[in-house]
């Protein structure tokens, strides 16, 4: 009862009961539905959250109740439509959203501003995650920024070259070459795989959006 760090994939009801386990600082559970999401909101010393695939849940209201979290890691949300439950949580300082069907844009991250340190935007293996714009995360003291099977809509890089914290960028190639290079002349200190003139090589600026 008192295991600090455990992993539980849901075979119909078998996440019954882990509500009682107060003791867990860190979880990984696997095909959360939403009465499986709102059990684990009674597990209030949480650091670490990975909701992985498939995520079946509809609300993440439940969410709101970890107050201890730092850590959270959702992968396929497919029925989630409001991701603003998660600004509830006051000790967030990483995210991870991938492979969000619902996810249309990251306006809603504004209130995180000033707590993220790593964000993660992530598109699956087999589906790109579309993102209008960056420029909402203009400001924010991020360390590292995750954008793995993204699409830019805008194809703009400019609202991280005054994010001096940032220190990681991965990326997928979602804009043109000079956006990289103007991002590296701005932050010398940003580590991107695509500041390096060899990764150009065997790759092309991508195709700009259809007006």
């Known amino acids: 009862m008192n295991v600090s760090c455990a992993r539980l994939s849901r075979i119909k009801t078998s996440h019954r009961g882990i509500e009682d386990r107060q003791g867990l600082r860190e979880f990984e559970a696997q095909a959360v539905n939403q009465d499986f999401l709102e059990r684990l909101s009674c597990l209030k010393s949480l650091e ?13 209201a439940p969410l709101s109740e970890l107050v201890g979290l730092k850590i959270l890691k959702i992968d396929s949300p497919r029925n989630i439509a409001d991701f603003t439950p998660i600004l509830a949580l006051p000790k967030l300082e990483r995210l991870f959203i991938e492979n969000a069907k619902h996810l249309s844009n990251l306006d809603w ?32 003291a991020l360390e590292a920024l995750f954008l793995t099977n993204t699409k830019l809509e805008d194809q703009s890089l400019a609202p991280l070259r005054t994010m001096a914290s940032l220190r990681y960028l991965g990326t997928a190639l979602n804009a043109p070459r000079a956006e990289f290079e103007a991002l590296k002349a701005a932050q010398p200190q940003l580590q991107c795989d695509w500041f390096q003139p060899e990764m150009w090589e065997a790759f092309k600026d991508p195709r700009p959006p259809k007006g």
Request: charged share 20%; hydrophobic share 45%; no cysteine.
């Open 109 to 140: 991250l504004r209130p995180l501003a000033s707590r993220l340190k790593v964000l993660g935007i992530e598109g699956s293996m087999w589906t790109a995650q579309k993102i209008p714009t960056l420029a909402p995360l203009e400001g924010f």
């Open 48 to 60: 670490y959250l990975a909701l992985e695939y498939p995520v079946t849940a509809t609300d993440l």
